[in-house]
C-alpha cells in the first residue's frame, strides 16, 4: 500500500521527559530500521529488525534508547529521559523479503527543550 | 560510527556538467551499496545501487563505479540539470545494518 508512515511527525518535549516514536512500515516489508538524522549529516543507523526480532542494536548510543517490534509490523523506538543531544530527525525504513533497497519514512523530528 | 567516508561535502556545478561524488568503505561484510537522494524536507530515495560483484552500473543519466580491492565507489551524474541540485549520500549495507556516509551537497547552476 503507501509508503512507510512515521508519527508524529513532529515532537517538542522537555528534558527529562520520555517520548515514544512511531513506524508503521509498507505492508509486507519484513525488515525495518531506525536511523537518527541530524542536521546536514547523513542517516545514522539506530536498530534493525527482521520481523519482530532486534538482530542489531549496535546504533543505540546509551541503554535510555529501546525500540520494540512486537507483532513483526508497527515499531516503536522509544527514549527515556530524554537531553538535549537527542534534539535530531528520527527516520525508520522497511525493506522486502530478498530485496536490498530501503525506503525511508518521513521521519519525526524531535526538539528537546 | 562513521565506517563510510564521502567526498566533497559540497559541490557547485554548471548545468550540463559532470559532477563525482567519492564514497570509501572499511567492512569488507557489506555487500550492497546504494545511493540516495534527498531533497530538502525529505527522506532519502534511492538513486541507484551496485554490487560488489559488478565494476559499474549505468541508469539513465547515473552511474555508479565500483572498484571492490580499493574499497571505493563513486557516483557520476552525466549531463547534470538544476533539478539534481539535492544532497546525496552513500551508502554500504549489510545483512543487519546500513553505514551512510556523512553526504554532498550539489548545486546545478542553470
Known amino acids: 500500500g503507501a509508503g512507510v508512515s512515521q508519527s508524529p511527525r513532529y515532537k517538542v518535549t522537555k528534558r527529562g521527559q520520555d517520548v515514544a516514536l512511531r513506524c508503521d512500515p509498507i505492508?509486507?516489508?519484513?525488515?525495518l530500521y531506525w536511523y537518527r538524522q541530524a542536521l546536514g549529516q547523513g542517516p545514522e543507523f539506530l536498530t534493525y529488525?527482521?520481523?519482530?526480532?532486534?538482530?542489531?542494536k549496535s546504533g543505540l548510543p546509551n541503554d535510555r534508547f529501546s525500540a520494540e517490534r512486537p507483532e513483526g509490523s508497527i515499531s516503536t523506538l522509544t527514549i527515556q529521559r530524554t537531553e538535549q543531544r537527542d534534539s535530531a530527525m528520527y527516520r525508520c525504513?522497511?525493506?522486502?523479503?530478498?530485496?536490498?533497497?530501503?525506503?525511508f519514512g518521513p521521519g519525526t523530528r524531535l526538539l528537546v527543550l | 560510527q562513521q565506517q563510510v567516508k564521502q567526498s566533497p561535502q559540497s559541490l557547485i556545478v554548471q548545468k550540463g556538467g559532470i559532477p563525482i561524488i567519492n564514497c570509501a568503505y572499511e567492512?569488507?561484510?557489506?555487500?550492497?551499496f546504494p545511493w540516495y537522494q534527498q531533497f530538502p524536507g525529505k527522506g532519502p530515495a534511492l538513486l541507484i545501487a551496485?554490487?560488489?560483484?559488478?565494476s559499474e552500473k549505468k541508469e539513465g543519466r547515473f552511474t555508479i563505479s565500483f572498484n571492490k580491492s580499493a574499497k571505493q565507489f563513486s557516483l557520476h551524474i552525466m549531463d547534470s540539470q538544476p533539478g539534481d541540485s539535492a544532497t546525496y549520500f552513500c551508502?554500504?549495507?549489510?545483512?543487519?545494518?546500513?553505514?551512510f556516509g556523512a553526504g554532498t551537497r550539489l548545486t546545478v547552476k542553470p
Open positions: 525504513a522497511s525493506r522486502g523479503v530478498g530485496a536490498q533497497t530501503q525506503y
Open positions: 505492508s509486507g516489508h519484513v525488515s
Open positions: 529488525f527482521n520481523y519482530e526480532a532486534q538482530q542489531d
Open positions: 567492512n569488507t561484510a557489506f555487500d550492497y
Open positions: 551496485i554490487r560488489p560483484d559488478v
Open positions: 551508502a554500504a549495507s549489510g545483512r543487519t545494518h546500513a553505514r
